[in-house]
């Protein structure tokens, strides 16, 4: 929901209340390394390997000046988010998504940080 006031009296914080304990759908086998609803940031590699970035602490590390990146792709802070760009600073077209949506379609996902 992008607008309260539509919400029509629901609450709409999903993460923290009506899917706080998981996802209230059958997703399969979760990839236990990060939390459910862990966001992260999920990219194929030129080389054709999912990776994916846990996006809080790809944040703070990127704000802190860090240098994030797995193969030929790069993290860099734009607009108050995060995207993947290659070594030229060309946008790679990354995803965030929940770590549960990211590994159910990426198995055997690298997994920043290494």
């Known amino acids: 929901m992008l607008i309260e006031d539509l919400a029509l009296g629901?609450?709409?914080?999903?993460?923290?209340?009506?899917?706080?304990?998981?996802?209230f759908f059958p997703v399969g086998d979760v990839d236990p390394r990060l939390p459910v609803h862990e966001d992260v940031i999920g990219?194929?590699?030129?080389?054709?390997?999912?990776?994916?970035?846990?996006?809080?602490?790809?944040?703070i590390a990127l704000k802190k000046g860090e240098d994030i990146g797995y193969e030929?792709?790069?993290l860099v802070l734009d607009a108050?988010?995060?995207?993947?760009?290659?070594?030229?600073?060309?946008?790679?077209?990354?995803?965030?998504?929940?770590?549960?949506?990211?590994?159910?379609?990426?198995?055997?996902?690298?997994?920043w940080p290494m």
Do not use: C
Request: charged residues 25%.
């Open 10 to 23: 629901r609450d709409f914080d999903f993460r923290n209340n009506r899917d706080a304990n998981g996802p």
């Open 43 to 59: 990219i194929v590699t030129a080389a054709g390997k999912p990776v994916a970035f846990q996006r809080s602490k790809a944040f």
């Open 72 to 74: 030929n792709v790069r």
């Open 80 to 111: 108050g988010g995060i995207k993947a760009v290659d070594k030229d600073g060309t946008d790679l077209g990354s995803h965030q998504a929940f770590w549960f949506a990211w590994s159910q379609f990426h198995h055997k996902t690298a997994l």
